[in-house]
């Protein structure tokens, strides 16, 4: 499963300082002693209750994300102080605080997904409550699961064209290479991306960008180190301009089942993988449901997206 188990993965220069977190964080992310090596436990959901776990290299790439992750839970925070003038007004920072619980609120009922199939309306998305709340949470299970998955396309060809190996001596990264996370929101996806090609294609210059309905989205991204521009599901036609030029590989997560699961955005997914120049090499597909095969017959159906489709796990 996503986050069952990493492979062995470099420690990436960041050293095992887990001091200074958000809150949200603490017990996130722990080691485990006794067995025969040391193993790592982490947890995806916010009440830590189901958990997960890896190896001490793991647990490197897991700490460098929470350091990461923090300081763009505490930019989402000075949004919502400056919002609710704490400096200035007398009720401020109550005000500042019922933004908060009332994102706490929406992250944990999820309203819409019973009536809509959808996790969280387009209003809800762009509540900084909200924001808050999905950056401390879903950023562990963006990376790991988008990790997950980038292990599983290169165990199964899907990097086969691209140049391993390492740089030689004081060389850069001098091969351009440009994913898009497609609906991405923040791009935790997009921060596997680059901690994935660092170890196994570090010859690659990453042009990553998130692309989001959502232009709040766009100063999470930002403290991520993404680009980000705003951006319709819907609109293939507009893919390139937005993404700053062709766009070699995209990544998409619950955005392919909640939004992408129709005709149109079959008809474009499938022009752009079948474009006979600058072709979009590949689409991952990062997603958890079981009931994916609606979805995917559309892009398989020779009429639409006339696309192919390989099962990245076993589906038995």
Same mark, same amino acid.
Request: overall charge negative; glycine content about 10%.
């Given at each position: 499963?996503?986050?069952?188990?990493?492979?062995?993965?470099?420690?990436?220069?960041?050293?095992?300082?887990?001091?200074?977190?958000?809150?949200?964080?603490?017990?996130?992310?722990?080691? %485990?002693?006794?067995?025969?090596?040391?193993?790592?436990?982490?947890?995806?959901?916010?009440?830590?209750?189901?958990?997960?776990?890896?190896?001490?290299?793991?647990?490197?790439?897991?700490?460098?994300?929470?350091?990461?992750?923090?300081?763009?839970?505490?930019? %989402?925070?000075?949004?919502? =102080?400056?919002?609710?003038?704490?400096?200035?007004?007398? =009720?401020?920072?109550?005000?500042?605080?019922?933004?908060? +619980?009332?994102?706490?609120?929406?992250?944990?009922?999820?309203?819409?997904?019973?009536?809509?199939?959808? +996790?969280?309306?387009?209003?809800?998305?762009?509540?900084?409550?909200?924001?808050?709340?999905?950056?401390?949470?879903?950023? %562990?299970?963006?990376? +790991?699961?988008?990790?997950?998955?980038?292990?599983?396309?290169?165990?199964?060809?899907?990097?086969?064209?691209?140049?391993?190996?390492?740089?030689?001596?004081?060389?850069?990264?001098?091969?351009?290479?440009?994913?898009?996370?497609?609906?991405?929101?923040?791009?935790?996806?997009?921060?596997?991306?680059?901690?994935?090609?660092?170890?196994?294609?570090?010859?690659?210059?990453?042009?990553?960008?998130?692309? =989001?309905?959502?232009?709040?989205?766009?100063?999470?991204?930002?403290?991520?180190?993404?680009?980000?521009?705003?951006?319709? %599901?819907?609109?293939?036609?507009?893919?390139?301009?937005?993404?700053?030029?062709?766009? =070699?590989?995209?990544?998409?997560?619950?955005?392919?089942?909640?939004?992408?699961?129709?005709?149109?955005?079959?008809?474009?997914?499938?022009?752009?993988?079948?474009?006979?120049?600058?072709?979009?090499?590949?689409?991952?597909?990062?997603?958890?449901?079981?009931?994916?095969?609606?979805?995917?017959?559309?892009?398989?159906?020779?009429?639409?997206?006339?696309?192919?489709?390989?099962?990245?796990?076993?589906?038995?």
């Amino acid at each position: 499963l996503p986050g069952a188990g990493f492979e062995r993965i470099s420690p990436m220069s960041a050293p095992d300082d887990l001091s200074n977190l958000d809150p949200a964080f603490d017990g996130v992310l722990r080691r %485990v002693p006794g067995g025969l090596s040391a193993r790592c436990e982490y947890f995806q959901d916010r009440n830590k209750r189901w958990p997960f776990h890896c190896d001490e290299e793991g647990y490197n790439l897991l700490s460098r994300l929470l350091r990461a992750a923090t300081p763009v839970v505490g930019a %989402v925070q000075l949004k919502i =102080d400056t919002a609710c003038d704490v400096e200035g007004a007398p =009720d401020g920072r109550a005000k500042a605080n019922a933004v908060v +619980t009332e994102g706490q609120r929406i992250y944990a009922r999820k309203p819409n997904m019973g009536e809509h199939d959808v +996790t969280w309306s387009q209003s809800e998305y762009g509540h900084l409550g909200l924001q808050k709340e999905y950056i401390r949470y879903k950023s %562990v299970q963006r990376l +790991t699961e988008a990790w997950a998955c980038l292990q599983r396309a290169k165990r199964n060809g899907v990097f086969d064209d691209l140049e391993c190996g390492a740089l030689d001596g004081a060389s850069s990264p001098q091969l351009p290479l440009r994913w898009a996370s497609l609906g991405g929101g923040p791009g935790f996806e997009l921060l596997a991306v680059r901690w994935f090609f660092e170890k196994h294609f570090p010859k690659y210059d990453l042009d990553l960008v998130s692309l =989001d309905l959502e232009n709040s989205w766009r100063g999470a991204a930002d403290g991520l180190g993404m680009r980000f521009n705003t951006w319709d %599901v819907s609109d293939g036609d507009g893919l390139e301009a937005v993404a700053g030029g062709p766009v =070699d590989f995209a990544i998409a997560s619950y955005v392919f089942k909640m939004y992408m699961a129709n005709e149109k955005c079959a008809r474009w997914v499938g022009e752009k993988l079948n474009s006979p120049q600058n072709a979009l090499r590949t689409v991952l597909v990062v997603s958890r449901d079981e009931n994916l095969e609606h979805a995917l017959g559309m892009f398989l159906d020779a009429k639409l997206g006339n696309t192919g489709v390989v099962p990245l796990m076993d589906p038995s």
